[in-house]
């Protein structure tokens, strides 16, 4: 199916316009729990430049829709599309090597190990010899390179030495973004980076996230709907394991189905 085809299919009812780079495309989505279909033709596109939010109330299938994205759940039907090539049946770790990482819902770092070592070990992680991550990996210039600039980019500049264990929550997810970052990941699967913060880190953690759009592509999964109406560029709204509506933040906004059917009390 051409890419544009699948861009066009890339809603619940009105697609958005086809613009931009687009990498990566979920072409109807279904993934099944026994009888429960925790996810059912969910289509979407990721476009670099742009960040797309996914919103829905609790056991929308947010977390179901992602996991198939990033290769931690396969899906029962549907496709997923890495710059026009079907990526579907490769693992979480061969969907990391070519451009897709993903953060967690829960910090998911080393937290006796430094900023440094966390990157290194991540960047090191598409390195083709990863059996050589510990031995070697202090004298790979290019794995160094990648992790300090991670670092950088993700606004942990100084903090390298740090044990990753004993920074704030805020500066945990940012290390987590990092560790994203230092393998590479063209886009970027993040699910709920704000969760558990105060508002003055989650407000440098929307700032982050405006940065790392301009040249990635973002899929962000996020309760916080002050942080996801400041940053994204395309919301998707899912109830029930299928797409509500997907559009601009506006026509969100404006929507009385997600007013409805998502928070049922007229207030996005
Ligand atoms: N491994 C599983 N086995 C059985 N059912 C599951 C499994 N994972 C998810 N589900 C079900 O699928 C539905 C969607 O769950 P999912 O976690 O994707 O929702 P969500 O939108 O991410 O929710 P939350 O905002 O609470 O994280 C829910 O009814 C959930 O109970």
């Known amino acids: 199916m051409a890419e544009a085809d699948l861009q066009i299919r890339g809603t619940a009812s009105a697609a958005p316009a086809a613009q931009g780079d687009v990498l990566l495309v979920a072409d109807k989505l279904t993934r099944r729990f026994g009888g429960l279909a925790a996810n059912q033709d969910v289509c979407l596109s990721l476009e670099r430049g742009m960040l797309h939010a996914l919103l829905g109330p609790n056991g929308a299938g947010k977390s179901t829709c ?8 396969p899906p029962s039907e549907g496709r997923i599309l890495l710059r026009g090539q079907d990526v579907t049946r490769l693992s979480a770790a061969q969907r990391s090597k070519i451009g897709i990482g993903r953060s967690y819902q829960r910090t998911n770092i080393f937290p006796g190990f430094t900023v440094l070592e966390n990157c290194r070990l991540a960047a090191q992680s598409r390195n083709p010899r990863p059996w050589k991550i510990f031995t070697d990996a202090l004298g790979l210039t290019d794995t160094l390179e990648r992790a300090r600039a991670a670092i950088v980019e993700a606004g942990l500049a100084g903090r390298e030495q740090r044990i990753a264990g004993t920074m704030s929550h805020g500066e945990q997810r940012q290390l987590e973004i990092a560790m994203v970052l230092a393998t590479d990941a063209e886009v970027l699967l993040l699910d709920e980076p704000l969760a558990g913060m105060g508002s003055e880190e989650s407000a440098q953690m929307v700032e982050l996230l ?5 040249n ?53």
Do not use: C, W
Not at 210 to 214: D, N, V, Y
């Open 210 to 214: 405006k940065r790392l759009k301009q």
């Open 66 to 73: 992602i996991n198939m994205l990033s290769g931690d759940l």
């Open 216 to 268: 990635r592509a973002i899929l962000l999964v996020e309760h916080d709907m002050d942080a996801v109406f400041a940053v994204a560029d395309t919301i998707t709204v899912m109830v029930n394991g299928v797409v509500l509506e997907s559009g601009p933040p506006e026509q969100i906004r404006n929507s009385a189905d997600v007013q409805t059917a998502y928070l049922g009390d007229g207030h996005v």
